[in-house]
């Protein structure tokens, strides 16, 4: 089993709402990640948690907050959000960061519109 | 300098003909290479791996890796309508402080 569930797989929301993403694997990784994607770009690291700790964050704006529940679990809460931060929301898990031949598999992602 | 380069495309094949997607990487000691299929609107799926210099089969797809030209390669035989999407190639780059890199990603149609 290599899934990993987003949800809501699509939202809308306007600039002064509050809004979470939900991401959950049970593959037992230790390792998750949020990536944000633009139309025919690649995904762009946003954050990364491991062993339910942060370990980077790619200077992403304080509009969205990660949260790490458990190790199943990982949550980016949105706040105050721009127009240009419309874009496909991806989550990612992986066994543990650093080993050589570790994976990155994808949730099927939240597309979110800010109006 | 970008760290993973691909062809932007759009590339185009006749269905039943081979697919070569390419890409190259900055980082030496890159260890780790990968391959996405990404559809249109949907999320990236992982479709090949590569670690060790050389060819690996998997069905239709073979993914080529030379470190020593910091090269790693798809080919798609029998190509098919179906395989008409955006392909990410990304390195495992701990170098960068990240565990994945991607690259632009190559836009591939296959024609019926």
């Known amino acids: 089993d290599t899934e990993v569930t987003q949800t809501p797989k699509h939202l809308v929301m306007g600039m002064t709402n509050k809004k979470s993403l939900k991401c959950e694997q049970h593959?037992?990784?230790?390792?998750m990640y949020w990536y944000k994607q633009k139309a025919k770009k690649p995904p762009e690291l946003m954050f990364v948690?491991?062993?339910?700790?942060?370990?980077i964050n790619e200077s992403v704006p304080s509009r969205f907050s990660p949260e790490c529940p458990n190790s199943s679990l990982l949550n980016l809460h949105l706040h105050a959000l721009q127009p240009e931060d419309s874009a496909l929301y991806l989550c990612a898990s992986s066994q543990r960061r650093g080993s050589v031949n570790e994976k990155l598999f994808f949730g099927s992602g939240t597309q979110l519109s800010v109006l | 300098q970008k760290e993973v380069e691909q062809n932007s495309g759009p590339l185009s094949v006749p269905e039943g003909a081979i697919a070569s997607l390419n890409c190259t990487y900055s980082?030496?000691?890159?260890?780790?290479f990968f391959w996405y299929r990404q559809y249109s609107g949907k999320s990236p799926e992982l479709i090949m791996s590569i670690y060790s210099n050389g060819d690996k089969e998997d069905g239709r797809f073979t993914a080529q890796l030379n470190k020593a030209s910091q090269y790693v390669s798809l080919l798609i035989r029998d190509s098919q309508p179906s395989d008409s999407a955006t392909y990410l190639c990304?390195?495992?780059?701990?170098?960068?402080?990240?565990?994945?890199?991607f690259g632009p990603g190559t836009r591939l149609s296959v024609l019926p």
């Open positions: 990304a390195v495992n780059a701990e170098a960068y402080g990240q565990n994945f890199v």
């Open positions: 948690y491991s062993y339910e700790k942060l370990s």
């Open positions: 593959m037992g990784h230790r390792a």
């Open positions: 980082d030496r000691v890159s260890q780790s």
